[in-house]
């Protein structure tokens, strides 16, 4: 079965500092991957997602991800926070063990992110 | 606009009183789907519907009723709740079920029983 992992339940980084957030997949087939936003008393937004074309992916607001399938992650990145970032963001990879829909998303437990001036 | 619009936003109840959270989407999504989101559990699949007339259970559906009997809209009908579904739900769609299309989620409903 497909599983999400997100190290790190809270990350806090300075305004300007490179933000990294860690996600890892397990899953028996190359799978899609998404990352998601939630901003504070808002829905989830999607950030940007991987559907195996480039193994580099960018997304809105400068974010990117990385797809490395020999070390099954798809970590999150920017080179420079912005205050605006601080979110809770969450990885998630398609279901694959249900009969029904492929669309079904699984979703890690989110990262926190806080911006310090 | 397009967008899911659940409601409503904030919603207090009491043990075993009926309710209906309200969910529709403007962007003639086949796909529609309902999550609840717990400190430390992230987000949990409650039920999904590929079409009209077409659900299916989620990862978590015990206390929960869907129906979809138009391509819009999506309820989510708590029977009876009790103290344990006190969370934050999301309703989401999709342009389809297959795999690859990310979702736009609605703004949330937090529900608190008591």
């Known amino acids: 079965a497909q599983s999400v992992t997100q190290l790190g339940s809270h990350v806090s980084v300075s305004e300007g500092a490179l933000v990294l957030l860690r996600c890892n997949y397990s899953?028996?087939?190359?799978?899609?991957l998404f990352w998601y936003v939630q901003y504070p008393n808002q829905g989830l937004q999607l950030l940007l997602k991987y559907t195996s074309a480039a193994t580099l992916v960018k997304g809105i607001n400068g974010f990117e991800a990385e797809f490395k399938k020999s070390e099954t992650s798809f970590h999150l990145t920017k080179p420079s926070a912005h205050m605006s970032d601080a979110a809770e963001y969450f990885c998630?990879?398609?279901?694959?063990?249900?009969?029904?829909?492929?669309?079904?998303?699984?979703f890690g437990k989110g990262t926190k992110l806080s911006v310090k001036p | 606009e397009a967008q899911v619009t659940q409601n409503p936003r904030y919603l207090i109840t009491v043990t075993g009183k009926k309710l209906t959270v309200t969910c529709s989407q403007n962007?003639?999504?086949?796909?529609m789907s309902w999550y609840r989101q717990d400190p430390g559990l992230g987000l949990r699949q409650i039920y999904y519907?590929?079409?009209?007339?077409?659900?299916d259970k989620g990862d978590v559906p015990e206390g929960y009723k869907v129906s979809r009997k138009e391509k819009r809209n999506f309820p989510l009908i708590l029977e009876s709740p009790s103290p344990n579904q006190t969370s934050l739900y999301f309703c989401a769609s999709s342009l389809t079920g297959a795999a690859g299309y990310g979702y736009t989620f609605g703004s949330g409903t937090r529900l608190t029983v008591v």
């Open positions: 519907s590929m079409n009209v007339e077409v659900t």
């Open positions: 899953s028996s087939v190359p799978p899609y």
């Open positions: 998630a990879v398609t279901r694959l063990d249900y009969g029904g829909s492929q669309g079904n998303l699984i």
């Open positions: 962007m003639n999504h086949e796909y």
